[in-house]
T-cell receptor
Framework: DADVTQTPRNRITKTGKRIMLECSQT?????MYWYRQDPGLGLRLIYY???????NKGEISDGYSVSRQAQAKFSLSLESAIPNQTALYFC?????????????FGPGTRLLVL | QKEVEQDPGPLSVPEGAIVSLNCTYS??????FMWYRQYSRKGPELLMY????GNKEDGRFTAQVDKSSKYISLFIRDSQPSDSATYLC????????????FGDGTTLTVKP
Protein backbone atom coordinates (compact mmCIF):
# COMPACT_ATOMS: atom_id res chain seq x y z
CA ASP A 1 0.00 0.00 0.00
CA ALA A 2 1.11 3.55 -0.73
CA ASP A 3 2.54 5.52 2.20
CA VAL A 4 0.76 8.74 1.21
CA THR A 5 -2.70 8.46 -0.27
CA GLN A 6 -4.98 11.11 -1.69
CA THR A 7 -8.69 10.98 -2.38
CA PRO A 8 -10.23 11.56 -4.78
CA ARG A 9 -7.72 11.06 -7.59
CA ASN A 10 -9.83 13.03 -10.04
CA ARG A 11 -12.62 15.49 -9.41
CA ILE A 12 -14.81 17.66 -11.60
CA THR A 13 -16.84 20.34 -9.87
CA LYS A 14 -18.71 23.52 -10.67
CA THR A 15 -17.91 27.09 -9.81
CA GLY A 16 -19.10 28.00 -6.33
CA LYS A 17 -19.11 24.49 -4.95
CA ARG A 18 -17.25 23.60 -1.76
CA ILE A 19 -15.02 20.57 -2.09
CA MET A 20 -12.60 18.71 0.10
CA LEU A 21 -9.46 16.85 -0.85
CA GLU A 22 -8.17 14.34 1.65
CA CYS A 23 -4.70 13.07 2.44
CA SER A 24 -3.66 10.18 4.66
CA GLN A 25 -0.21 8.90 5.49
CA THR A 26 1.19 5.81 7.14
CA UNK A 27 4.77 7.07 7.39
CA UNK A 28 4.36 8.41 10.91
CA UNK A 29 5.61 11.84 9.87
CA UNK A 30 4.73 14.98 11.75
CA UNK A 31 4.93 17.41 8.85
CA MET A 32 2.33 17.56 6.11
CA TYR A 33 1.95 19.88 3.14
CA TRP A 34 -0.49 20.78 0.41
CA TYR A 35 0.80 21.99 -2.97
CA ARG A 36 -0.75 22.81 -6.27
CA GLN A 37 1.07 22.28 -9.52
CA ASP A 38 0.31 24.19 -12.70
CA PRO A 39 2.13 23.89 -16.01
CA GLY A 40 5.13 26.22 -16.03
CA LEU A 41 4.60 27.30 -12.42
CA GLY A 42 6.06 24.37 -10.56
CA LEU A 43 4.91 23.40 -7.08
CA ARG A 44 3.33 26.16 -5.06
CA LEU A 45 2.76 25.71 -1.34
CA ILE A 46 -0.80 26.26 -0.14
CA TYR A 47 -0.64 25.25 3.55
CA TYR A 48 1.63 23.25 5.79
CA UNK A 49 1.42 21.74 9.24
CA UNK A 50 4.34 20.75 11.46
CA UNK A 51 2.11 18.93 13.96
CA UNK A 52 -1.56 18.47 14.77
CA UNK A 53 -1.87 21.85 16.49
CA UNK A 54 0.20 23.77 13.98
CA UNK A 55 -1.22 25.17 10.73
CA ASN A 56 0.64 27.66 8.54
CA LYS A 57 -0.23 29.50 5.36
CA GLY A 58 1.91 28.99 2.33
CA GLU A 59 2.41 31.33 -0.60
CA ILE A 60 -1.07 30.86 -2.14
CA SER A 61 -3.54 30.16 0.69
CA ASP A 62 -6.33 32.50 -0.42
CA GLY A 63 -9.48 30.56 -1.28
CA TYR A 64 -8.28 27.46 0.56
CA SER A 65 -8.53 26.13 4.10
CA VAL A 66 -7.12 23.04 5.80
CA SER A 67 -7.82 20.75 8.71
CA ARG A 68 -5.32 18.51 10.48
CA GLN A 69 -7.60 15.93 11.99
CA ALA A 70 -4.82 13.69 13.26
CA GLN A 71 -1.13 13.15 12.73
CA ALA A 72 -1.96 10.99 9.74
CA LYS A 73 -4.69 13.11 8.10
CA PHE A 74 -4.57 16.53 6.47
CA SER A 75 -7.50 17.81 4.40
CA LEU A 76 -7.65 20.69 1.96
CA SER A 77 -10.92 22.51 1.30
CA LEU A 78 -11.84 24.88 -1.48
CA GLU A 79 -14.50 27.09 0.09
CA SER A 80 -16.06 28.23 -3.17
CA ALA A 81 -14.32 26.72 -6.15
CA ILE A 82 -13.40 28.91 -9.11
CA PRO A 83 -12.02 27.90 -12.53
CA ASN A 84 -8.48 29.16 -11.85
CA GLN A 85 -8.26 26.59 -9.06
CA THR A 86 -8.15 23.93 -11.75
CA ALA A 87 -4.82 22.24 -11.10
CA LEU A 88 -3.02 19.14 -9.88
CA TYR A 89 -2.93 19.03 -6.08
CA PHE A 90 -0.31 17.14 -4.11
CA CYS A 91 -0.10 16.24 -0.47
CA UNK A 92 3.35 15.59 0.99
CA UNK A 93 4.86 14.56 4.30
CA UNK A 94 8.28 14.90 5.88
CA UNK A 95 9.97 13.75 9.04
CA UNK A 96 10.40 16.25 11.87
CA UNK A 97 13.88 16.21 13.31
CA UNK A 98 15.76 15.47 10.15
CA UNK A 99 17.72 18.50 8.90
CA UNK A 100 17.71 17.11 5.40
CA UNK A 101 14.09 17.55 4.60
CA UNK A 102 12.94 14.85 2.22
CA UNK A 103 9.34 15.20 1.24
CA UNK A 104 7.20 12.21 0.28
CA PHE A 105 4.44 12.98 -2.13
CA GLY A 106 1.08 11.41 -2.72
CA PRO A 107 -0.11 10.51 -6.22
CA GLY A 108 -1.99 13.78 -6.68
CA THR A 109 -5.59 14.87 -7.22
CA ARG A 110 -6.50 16.28 -10.60
CA LEU A 111 -9.18 18.94 -10.09
CA LEU A 112 -11.24 20.57 -12.82
CA VAL A 113 -13.51 23.48 -11.90
CA LEU A 114 -16.07 24.29 -14.57
CA GLN B 1 12.46 37.36 -7.99
CA LYS B 2 12.10 33.74 -6.93
CA GLU B 3 14.48 32.26 -4.38
CA VAL B 4 15.10 29.29 -6.67
CA GLU B 5 15.32 29.58 -10.45
CA GLN B 6 15.48 26.47 -12.61
CA ASP B 7 16.34 26.20 -16.30
CA PRO B 8 12.85 25.94 -17.79
CA GLY B 9 13.37 23.51 -20.64
CA PRO B 10 11.85 21.46 -22.10
CA LEU B 11 14.90 19.46 -22.95
CA SER B 12 15.01 16.74 -25.60
CA VAL B 13 18.11 14.56 -26.09
CA PRO B 14 18.99 11.32 -27.88
CA GLU B 15 19.52 8.17 -25.87
CA GLY B 16 23.04 7.96 -24.49
CA ALA B 17 23.54 11.72 -24.23
CA ILE B 18 24.86 13.48 -21.15
CA VAL B 19 22.21 15.72 -19.64
CA SER B 20 22.81 18.75 -17.45
CA LEU B 21 19.96 20.19 -15.37
CA ASN B 22 20.60 23.41 -13.47
CA CYS B 23 19.25 25.67 -10.73
CA THR B 24 20.37 28.93 -9.20
CA TYR B 25 19.31 30.33 -5.87
CA SER B 26 19.57 33.54 -3.89
CA UNK B 27 19.24 32.43 -0.24
CA UNK B 28 22.71 31.83 1.20
CA UNK B 29 21.17 29.99 4.18
CA UNK B 30 20.34 26.98 1.99
CA UNK B 31 22.49 24.03 3.00
CA UNK B 32 20.57 21.00 1.71
CA PHE B 33 20.05 20.55 -1.99
CA MET B 34 17.69 17.94 -3.38
CA TRP B 35 16.68 16.70 -6.78
CA TYR B 36 13.24 15.18 -7.26
CA ARG B 37 12.07 13.24 -10.31
CA GLN B 38 8.44 13.34 -11.35
CA TYR B 39 7.06 10.96 -13.92
CA SER B 40 3.96 11.93 -15.83
CA ARG B 41 0.80 11.69 -13.70
CA LYS B 42 2.80 10.82 -10.57
CA GLY B 43 4.01 12.67 -7.49
CA PRO B 44 7.65 13.78 -7.24
CA GLU B 45 10.13 11.35 -5.68
CA LEU B 46 13.49 12.18 -4.16
CA LEU B 47 16.33 11.27 -6.50
CA MET B 48 19.38 12.65 -4.71
CA TYR B 49 20.37 15.08 -2.02
CA UNK B 50 23.62 16.88 -1.19
CA UNK B 51 24.71 18.74 1.89
CA UNK B 52 26.66 21.98 1.35
CA UNK B 53 29.14 22.18 -1.53
CA GLY B 54 30.61 19.33 -3.49
CA ASN B 55 29.64 16.43 -5.68
CA LYS B 56 27.66 13.30 -5.03
CA GLU B 57 27.43 10.40 -7.41
CA ASP B 58 24.81 7.65 -7.59
CA GLY B 59 25.09 5.40 -10.59
CA ARG B 60 24.51 7.47 -13.72
CA PHE B 61 23.51 10.53 -11.70
CA THR B 62 25.83 13.19 -10.28
CA ALA B 63 24.65 16.10 -8.15
CA GLN B 64 26.94 19.09 -7.95
CA VAL B 65 26.68 22.10 -5.65
CA ASP B 66 28.69 25.32 -5.93
CA LYS B 67 27.67 27.47 -2.98
CA SER B 68 30.04 30.28 -3.93
CA SER B 69 28.10 30.73 -7.17
CA LYS B 70 24.74 29.65 -5.68
CA TYR B 71 24.43 27.13 -8.48
CA ILE B 72 23.50 23.45 -8.47
CA SER B 73 23.45 20.89 -11.23
CA LEU B 74 22.28 17.36 -11.86
CA PHE B 75 24.15 15.40 -14.51
CA ILE B 76 22.75 12.26 -16.09
CA ARG B 77 25.22 10.10 -17.98
CA ASP B 78 24.20 7.62 -20.66
CA SER B 79 20.65 8.90 -20.56
CA GLN B 80 17.86 6.39 -21.11
CA PRO B 81 14.25 6.75 -22.30
CA SER B 82 13.25 5.79 -18.76
CA ASP B 83 14.88 9.02 -17.55
CA SER B 84 12.17 11.00 -19.36
CA ALA B 85 10.48 12.95 -16.58
CA THR B 86 10.28 16.36 -14.97
CA TYR B 87 13.17 17.11 -12.61
CA LEU B 88 12.69 19.54 -9.75
CA CYS B 89 15.44 20.99 -7.64
CA UNK B 90 14.65 21.79 -4.00
CA UNK B 91 16.59 23.42 -1.20
CA UNK B 92 16.30 23.88 2.54
CA UNK B 93 18.23 25.61 5.28
CA UNK B 94 20.08 24.03 8.17
CA UNK B 95 17.34 24.21 10.78
CA UNK B 96 14.55 21.85 11.67
CA UNK B 97 12.17 24.76 11.28
CA UNK B 98 13.04 25.00 7.63
CA UNK B 99 11.06 23.63 4.77
CA UNK B 100 12.01 23.04 1.18
CA UNK B 101 11.79 25.60 -1.58
CA PHE B 102 11.25 24.06 -5.01
CA GLY B 103 12.27 25.12 -8.50
CA ASP B 104 9.66 25.05 -11.24
CA GLY B 105 11.02 21.92 -12.88
CA THR B 106 12.66 20.96 -16.15
CA THR B 107 10.96 18.42 -18.39
CA LEU B 108 13.37 16.00 -20.02
CA THR B 109 12.62 13.70 -22.94
CA VAL B 110 15.18 11.07 -23.93
CA LYS B 111 14.49 9.76 -27.41
CA PRO B 112 15.43 6.17 -28.34
Amino acid sequence: DADVTQTPRNRITKTGKRIMLECSQTKGHDRMYWYRQDPGLGLRLIYYSFDVKDINKGEISDGYSVSRQAQAKFSLSLESAIPNQTALYFCATSDLGRPQETQYFGPGTRLLVL
Amino acid sequence: QKEVEQDPGPLSVPEGAIVSLNCTYSNSAFQYFMWYRQYSRKGPELLMYTYSSGNKEDGRFTAQVDKSSKYISLFIRDSQPSDSATYLCAMSDDTNAGKSTFGDGTTLTVKP
